[in-house]
């Protein structure tokens, strides 16, 4: 479990140019949950999942692994990044072995692992975000986007994290692609109990597939729950510049015109069952028009 208590940190702390991109935050982040972290650009976001894993230290306030403050002075923030893993945005950053089977290794090799143990991990990472053993010795580099995120989360499971940060995982993906990943990410959270904070400014993948929401503005947490309950305060979202799902002002489009259904489905399948209960409701508005 993860507890941030009154976090804050500033960029630039002491001078004219001071930022304060996270500003006394505190929540917790229990084992096994699938969060969903979104808001605009520069609200807080990579700076919150930074400070999670020590990659930053924090101004003020306390982070806390287990219980364990992971800024205390003495405290193993390498040993850390074995439980609380995070893959960047653009996987570029993470790759740069020979090949796809080395530079999965490279985690579990800074572990103090044996090479026999780093090669099992490996393989068994790369086997469960999909590849097979005939791409463990292609270069990195020759990988399409896709398969380059999925090479990166490999290089971070290999290390068998407890917790898996993943900034915007799915970006400059094709819909297929991007739906590869996050069936993926769920798989791993569903049949590993792996804790997955996911960052991402899609709403309908985060309508889809977490099942709590943490909405992020100028540093400060402005709403968290569950996604129906997130979703439900559209207009709040639209203060700060994001949105909901559009199939909730489809919904709610609907609901104005007069037919009586629940406005609160996520997903496109979730709306087609609710209005096929009232289709007689939707034949006589028609016939109204």
């Given at each position: ?236 979202l639209e203060e700060v510049g994001l949105a909901a799902p ?44």
């Amino acid at each position: 479990m993860i507890e941030v208590k009154d976090a804050c940190y500033t960029y630039e702390a002491g001078t004219a140019m001071a930022v304060n991109a996270i500003d006394h935050i505190t929540t917790t982040i229990p084992d096994g949950q699938f969060i969903g972290l979104i808001g605009h650009t520069g609200s807080g976001k990579s700076t919150f999942v930074q400070l999670l894993n020590g990659l930053i230290k924090c101004s003020s306030g306390q982070v806390l692994y287990n219980g364990e403050d992971i800024n205390a002075d003495g405290y193993d923030r390498r040993n850390l990044r074995s439980h609380v893993g995070l893959v960047f945005q653009y996987p570029e950053h993470q790759l740069f072995e020979t090949d796809i089977l080395t530079d999965v290794m490279f985690g579990p090799k800074n572990q103090g692992l044996s090479e026999e143990e780093c090669r099992e991990r490996a393989k068994e990472a790369l086997l469960s975000v999909g590849f097979s053993e005939r791409h463990f010795s292609q270069s990195p580099f020759d990988l399409s986007g896709g398969q380059k995120r999925r090479a990166a989360i490999a290089g971070v499971l290999a290390m068998r994290p407890d917790v898996l940060i993943l900034d915007e995982p799915t970006a400059g993906l094709d819909p297929k692609g991007r739906d590869n990943i996050l069936e993926m990410i769920s798989e791993l959270n569903r049949t590993h109990d792996i804790t997955i904070l996911l960052v991402s400014h899609s709403m309908e993948d985060v309508a889809r597939y977490v099942e709590r929401i943490m909405v992020m503005d100028s540093g400060h947490f402005i709403l968290d729950g569950a996604p129906a309950e997130v979703f439900a305060q559209a207009e709040k979202l639209e203060e700060v510049g994001l949105a909901a799902p559009q199939i909730t002002y489809i919904m709610r489009k609907l609901k104005a015109r007069g037919l009586n259904i629940q406005t609160d489905a996520l997903t496109y399948e979730e709306a087609a069952e609710e209005i096929l209960k009232h289709r007689s409701e939707l034949e006589a508005l028609r016939t109204q028009e």
